[in-house]
């Protein structure tokens, strides 16, 4: 296996297509959405020409390769997750689709005085499903604060994490800082209390296939738009016996054993959790995304990847007023970069480098409001790496800051 940074980026359409006006496409915003590879693109417009039916109820031959095609999808996800079995993994709307179920199902097994434990990192994603739990059945939500390089601060664990703790949910990589978090800490911290863990994955599922055996982990959560798959489809990976004892958390067709006036009874995982007609075609597309990205060479990829964010994060320390928010060194993050530049507003800055210089970064607090007001900050510039970057892009944005600097200072 190897890496060819230019293969990578010949897969996608996008970076062919000549803008309209203006300069060339520099994107460094793969963490809000990735771009769609080729591959992935076919996929959806072969399932939607050759095999388009609803799935799991059909009986005619092209719903039965619906169906089969959405099943190998499943088979696609629980690969890349090494899952133990495909029925543990669940088909959403995306992660948030993905905390919601956990945050509402499992969260009927929980009541008064139980005590969840989410980080300062999180994304509203992973802090607000908490809060409505809150309101609902009485649980007690603390947080584990942040380090001033924008790490999980784990040796507070030590106090947060009580008798009464049921479940700790974090980010694998802070979409704000790119902290990689260091999980087995947590899942120590919780098998001493019985605690479950609950991982958000959005941010380091693109950056190769995870294991959540090997992590200990109970639930993992992700989606589609940001691992080079379709939008509108997510995956949450679940321990079967915990997905078993949840209740339904959505009622309607293909999540019932048997429906009566005198009461229903529901069907095993994953259909459960999956009511209604799912995203057949987005999940198709994704399962093609992950059995490719299952074939990349990710030391090399990340390697890479680490080679450009020293880049970034060197070619931001020589801008005057100029704060970094993540850990300065490589170790223990991804290429998820956020600063804050004194005197001008992220908004600002997006929108001249992308007009000088064809530069898509994200502006603003990254659904990540108690982190920005924590650091004192209303939002940052975030630049955000995948495989298809490479040195022409981390050109264009020095390049494009150091302008932003002189003309709007
Ligand atoms: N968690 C993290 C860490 C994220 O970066 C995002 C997307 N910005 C989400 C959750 C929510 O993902 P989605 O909008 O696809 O549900």
């Given at each position: ?28 915003d ?6 769609v590879?080729?591959?992935v ?14 799935v799991?109820?059909g ?36 992660t ?24 300062m ?68 911290a ?8 609950l ?5 380091r ?13 109970d ?17 949450l ?24 006036f ?10 459960k ?58 170790q223990?993050?991804?290429g998820?970069i956020?600063?804050?530049l ?7 800055v ?13 502006g ?46």
């Amino acid at each position: 296996m190897s890496f060819d940074p230019a293969r990578f980026r010949a897969l996608f359409p996008i970076f062919a297509a000549a803008p309209a006006d203006g300069p060339a496409l520099h994107y460094l915003d793969s963490g809000a959405s990735a771009q769609v590879p080729q591959l992935v693109i076919d996929a959806v417009a072969r399932h939607d020409s050759t095999a388009r039916a609803n799935v799991k109820r059909g009986v005619h031959r092209l719903a039965e390769a619906a169906t089969e095609a959405y099943e190998t999808a499943r088979l696609s996800a629980a690969r890349y997750l090494n899952a133990p079995s495909p029925r543990e993994v669940i088909f959403t709307g995306g992660t948030t689709g993905a905390i919601n179920l956990v945050a509402r199902a499992h969260g009927d097994l929980l009541g008064e005085g139980d005590e969840v434990l989410v980080s300062m990192l999180e994304h509203h994603s992973n802090i607000v499903p908490w809060q409505l739990l809150q309101t609902r059945r009485g649980i007690r939500l603390s947080v584990i604060p942040a380090t001033a390089d924008g790490r999980l601060d784990l040796d507070r664990l030590d106090e947060l994490v009580t008798p009464r703790t049921r479940l700790i949910a974090v980010t694998h990589c802070s979409n704000v800082t790119g902290a990689v978090t260091d999980l087995a800490r947590i899942v120590a911290a919780a098998r001493a209390v019985g605690a479950k863990v609950l991982v958000d994955g959005a941010q380091r599922a693109p950056h190769g296939p995870i294991d959540v055996q090997a992590l200990g982990v109970d639930f993992y959560a992700f989606s589609g738009h940001k691992a080079f798959g379709p939008n509108g489809i997510g995956v949450l990976w679940g321990r079967g016996e915990l997905l078993e004892a949840m209740p339904p958390f959505m009622g309607g067709g293909e999540m019932i054993s048997h429906v009566s006036f005198a009461g229903s009874s529901w069907a095993p995982i994953p259909n459960k959790f999956e009511a209604g007609t799912p995203p057949i075609a987005q999940a198709v597309g994704l399962g093609a995304a992950l059995d490719w990205l299952s074939e990349q060479d990710w030391p090399a990829i990340l390697a890479n990847e680490m080679r450009l964010t020293g880049r970034i994060l060197d070619g931001l320390a020589t801008i005057p007023g100029c704060r970094i928010l993540g850990p300065g060194g490589l170790q223990q993050r991804l290429g998820v970069i956020s600063f804050a530049l004194d005197g001008l507003h992220p908004h600002d800055v997006c929108q001249f480098v992308d007009a000088t210089h064809g530069v898509a970064l994200r502006g603003g607090h990254h659904c990540a409001q108690p982190l920005m007001e924590s650091c004192g900050l209303v939002g940052t510039v975030r630049a955000s790496l995948a495989p298809y970057n490479d040195d022409g892009d981390v050109d264009a944005l020095l390049d494009g800051l150091a302008h932003a600097v002189r003309q709007l200072r």
